[in-house]
């Protein structure tokens, strides 16, 4: 048996600078911890990209947010950019055949107003059946908001959203991290525009194989969603 969480990034209207961090592993409904059972993933982003940037621009971005994730000091993953996808559908199929991808959705978001990314992830509810244990992923997933949204790659962009801050927060979804109540820390819940790209770096290796990120400085900014 499967099932999927998703991790929800959220705009907030302001923040006040500050340094944090904290990590909180995600679970599944009964509460074992979920990972991937090996180390070494692929991922691909949508050819189509998103509207704000070039592709090569967006893919820098993208490419840079998996990046710090795999630091010898955070983590002992290998997560591999697999190049450009045609495809942009999200979640596990039981006929096979899946990739992990980062998509943009231009039109038509499907999900709630506010959400600046989601991040769905597959994973076991129990072994057995293809499923190597309880809590083992199978897929993950990123859609990036670019109907309610604009991205940058840019701190001077200061009512954009940087696509660096926003996809590296997905990606510690994507690993199997959940959101932490420290306010500032790279798995908060929630982020403003000009947040200036944040990077799990400088941080300490845990048994578990993931990070207690630290936040960059933020430039506070009030912003209207609608």
């Not at 600078?17 to 991937?36: E, K, M, N």
């Not at 990077?199 to 990120?213: D, E, F, H, I, W």
């Amino acid at each position: 048996m499967t099932g999927w969480r998703r991790g929800l990034y959220c705009a907030l209207g302001s923040l006040l600078p500050s340094l944090a961090w904290g990590f909180v592993p995600s679970t599944t409904s009964a509460g074992a911890p979920i990972s991937w059972p090996e180390r070494s993933l692929t991922y691909y982003l949508n050819e189509v990209g998103s509207d704000d940037l070039s592709l090569d621009e967006v893919e820098a971005s993208v490419t840079a947010s998996f990046k710090p994730w795999t630091l010898e000091d955070c983590s002992d993953l290998s997560l591999t950019y697999g190049g450009l996808t045609s495809r942009s559908e999200v979640g596990f199929s039981n006929r096979g055949d899946n990739i992990n991808v980062v998509t943009w959705v231009e039109q038509g978001w499907p999900h709630a107003d506010g959400v600046i990314a989601v991040t769905t992830v597959t994973y076991c509810t129990q072994a057995g059946g293809g499923c190597p244990y309880n809590g083992a992923i199978l897929d993950a997933d990123v859609e990036m908001n670019g109907e309610e949204f604009r991205f940058t790659n840019s701190a001077a962009d200061r009512v954009l959203f940087d696509i660096a801050n926003t996809l590296t927060h997905e990606v510690g979804h994507f690993i199997g991290l959940d959101h932490t109540p420290v306010r500032l820390a790279t798995m908060y819940a929630s982020a403003v525009a000009s947040t200036l790209a944040v990077t799990p770096a400088a941080m300490k290796r845990v048994a578990t194989g993931k990070c207690a990120s630290v936040s960059a400085m933020t430039v506070p900014v009030a912003i209207a969603l609608k």
